[in-house]
DNA sequence: CGAAATTTGTTCGTATGTATA
DNA sequence: TTATACATACGAACAAATTTC
């Protein structure tokens, strides 16, 4: 009855297999599963194991459990081709200047300890922060945050509302940078992260920090962190 | 005797809050907590209980089971000043030679498809397979598998035991390589690698995809993946 | 080397609490 | 209010991995 052939170690993790076969096949993010009661019931064996089977799924973010609700189902379509197919690559270089962003946000705001840091300013005095949102095929994988420590910029800055941050910058400003440093880490994605990338609570993330310098007077001219969906996105980069 | 304080909703909560406290303050990476047994006792409640806030720990990386032996502490300092100032960093460009790296794996085996596209050879055809496990401070903090297409290496490699791959091609084959491809991206870490690496399972990793190119002749001399825990290192790119 | 003891892992059963419809 | 469904907690037993003797 249960599919035993790969790793037929515990009963919990055989059902555990098939009902992620099931919830990836024939269920749609926002059903709801057959209750636990049910579902013990079906594969004859205690709720306190099924429970534990579907532990397993909550583990890897492709259900939810609601109290007095049920289980609810977040499948994907694009969680399936687990392998790097489907994958898309971005150059490194190419931070910050992607056509196909829309800002979330613009506002002026005290720099943090780390901004503060980056841009050379001191802790609390202001800066402009945008938030920008970049789709690959409608698809959300990276929201970037840009610090920028030049005040003067923000009646034009201001209106930028989508398109690639450089080449605003360099059209309306005359101002072109270039990347002095990128520090590269990962982390799991917080719960506001995973509602902007539609991504499961914890899924890893790329973290790309960037700093990039006024190629005329080599002052800092922007910070930015992105934070890109590993799952969509992979980082190139030629020697 | 437990601290409620905060969040008294129930009673693993409780305990997980205390034993974090425990572990975050007077026990060290390595060590292991008392058994199941006994902390079920010390807090007394049953042992499913007991095990359900130790999972809490698990879920945050602070600890990791092992079967037969108990509960190994994973304790990072730098888990809670989620700033990354305990980070250390790595060049992007030092992949495959630090000094500190040991050898835990050295056969020849076929190449599976990403390999043998990597290599430019047939899939299924023979190559040398190398695993090294890099540590800082004698923290493990990356594991390496290294491919290479050409098995006259072999009698030679094979006494490779420890140190830098780079740096033993070079003086024992004469053989100085330069990256040419580098792909960035991350993911949870499996089971194997978070046994390896002393991690929480599904903790992020990064993981560098590079490809390096014999100096004389251009021809690809070696392609290694690795993956470095991404709570312990940050890669860093000056340009 | 092997048997026993220890420790974590799995599975059953039962009961009660809490959230939702 | 009642019924349903998930959440927590206790108890018992055995399995599997590790260490110890």
Not at 62 to 78: A, F
Request: proline residues 4%; glycine residues 4%.
């Amino acid at each position: 009855m249960l599919n035993l052939s790969r790793h037929p170690t515990t009963v919990y993790q055989a059902i555990a297999d098939q009902l992620e076969t099931e919830v990836r096949s024939q269920w749609r993010s926002g059903d709801f599963l057959p209750s636990e009661k049910q579902l013990a019931e079906r594969f004859g064996v205690n709720r306190h194991t099924l429970r534990r089977a579907v532990d397993e799924l909550v583990n890897k973010g492709l259900v939810q459990r609601r109290q007095g609700k049920g289980i609810l189902v977040l499948t994907r379509p694009w969680d399936y081709p687990l392998h790097a197919q489907a994958r898309f690559s971005q150059n490194l270089m190419e931070q910050g200047s992607h056509p196909t962003s829309e800002r979330l946000l613009a506002v002026i705001r005290p720099a943090n300890t780390e901004v503060a840091a980056a841009l050379g300013i001191e802790e609390g005095s202001d800066a402009i922060h945008l938030r920008t949102l970049r789709r690959v095929d409608g698809v959300p994988v990276s929201v970037i945050n840009h610090w920028l420590p030049n005040l003067e910029h923000w009646p034009t800055l201001r209106a930028f509302s989508q398109g690639s941050l450089h080449a605003f910058l360099q059209q309306h400003l005359s101002l072109t940078v270039s990347r002095a440093q990128t520090r590269i880490s990962a982390r799991r994605a917080q719960a506001k992260e995973s509602k902007l990338l539609e991504i499961a609570l914890h899924a890893p993330l790329l973290c790309v920090r960037t700093l990039n310098l006024r190629d005329d007077n080599q002052q800092v001219a922007e910070y930015s962190v992105s934070l890109t969906r590993a799952d969509m996105i992979e980082l190139t980069l030629e020697h």
